[in-house]
């Protein structure tokens, strides 16, 4: 740990790494609680791998035709709200075929973009970046990117807080109220797409969809209101992004892998505590209190 330590004061890299755990906790913090909420998984899991679609185009597109505006997060932004708004548009319109548009959207989006990889001279080296995260080689434009797309993230989920809490738990009190729930929704899965997108660097394709509900998961244990989940859940965040990386340092562990595998255990120990209360509270004859509010 000292060693660690001393590398963040001297190491610009670590530094970096740190500041992109925060930006993406916060992501986490807001959307995650939302995802648990709805109870989306899925969808966002669909987004997440749709996602290397964009990469791949956008790196051919950078690499072979000279655009060097294409950054690869900008194909990724593309392609997670392209793919969000059709999945949120069928399972609104088409629900019985919802699982098959999912499923077609995650499988299609790899193949496309391990097809557009496969053609890109000198980007499978990369490749494995974007796949399980790199959080230690961010650059000062991912970082600037990230810090857009978290502004737009926080604004978003903040502004329409109450419209997005009752879309999450009553529709038909939603549309009682007035409440446009079809707009919020896709609004939300948009949402949850750029959130993906902050993760990309961090965690990787694969594993993005741990961070992105575990925090919240676990917050939801602990939270009354969803208000409170979130706060919960970005710090949670944060502290497993650097406790991850902390871990990692020194026996040169990825980074990303390890802040899951920490996220897994924190969830399994605040599980199996939960548990154990409610086993407690009914042996003593207590009702169980549930504080969650998912």
């Given at each position: ?41 899925s969808i966002a899991g669909a987004v997440a791998h749709c996602v290397l679609g964009g990469l791949g185009a956008a790196k051919y597109f950078q690499v072979t035709r000279g ?228």
């Amino acid at each position: 740990m000292s060693e660690f330590l001393n590398a963040v004061r001297t190491l610009p890299l670590l530094q970096n790494a740190l500041i992109m755990g925060v930006l993406a906790s916060i992501a986490c913090g807001v959307i995650g609680t939302y995802v648990v909420s709805r109870r989306i998984t899925s969808i966002a899991g669909a987004v997440a791998h749709c996602v290397l679609g964009g990469l791949g185009a956008a790196k051919y597109f950078q690499v072979t035709r000279g655009w060097a505006w294409c950054h690869p997060l900008l194909g990724a932004t593309i392609a997670a709200v392209l793919s969000a708004i059709i999945i949120g548009w069928v399972s609104l319109r088409a629900k019985q075929r919802e699982d098959t548009v999912i499923s077609a959207i995650w499988s299609v989006g790899m193949a496309i973009g391990v097809l557009f990889i496969s053609q890109t001279p000198g980007y499978n080296e990369d490749l494995t970046a974007y796949l399980f995260g790199s959080i230690l080689l961010v650059s000062s434009q991912d970082m600037w990117l990230t810090v857009a797309l978290d502004i737009g993230i926080l604004l978003l989920g903040l502004l329409y807080y109450n419209r997005f809490l009752a879309v999450c738990f009553d529709e038909e009190f939603a549309r009682l109220r007035g409440i446009r729930v079809e707009l919020y929704y896709l609004l939300l899965l948009v949402l949850t797409a750029l959130t993906v997108v902050v993760l990309l660097k961090v965690v990787g394709i694969i594993m993005v969809i741990a961070l992105l509900t575990l925090p919240a998961a676990v917050a939801g244990f602990f939270a009354r209101t969803l208000f409170q989940m979130m706060v919960i859940a970005t710090l949670i965040g944060i502290s497993l992004t650097t406790g991850g990386l902390a871990i990692s340092y020194s026996p040169s562990l990825p980074a990303g892998a390890t802040t899951i595998v920490l996220a897994g255990t924190v969830y399994t120990i605040a599980l199996a505590t939960r548990w154990g209360m409610q086993r407690l509270r009914r042996s003593t004859g207590k009702a169980p209190v549930t504080n969650s509010p998912v």
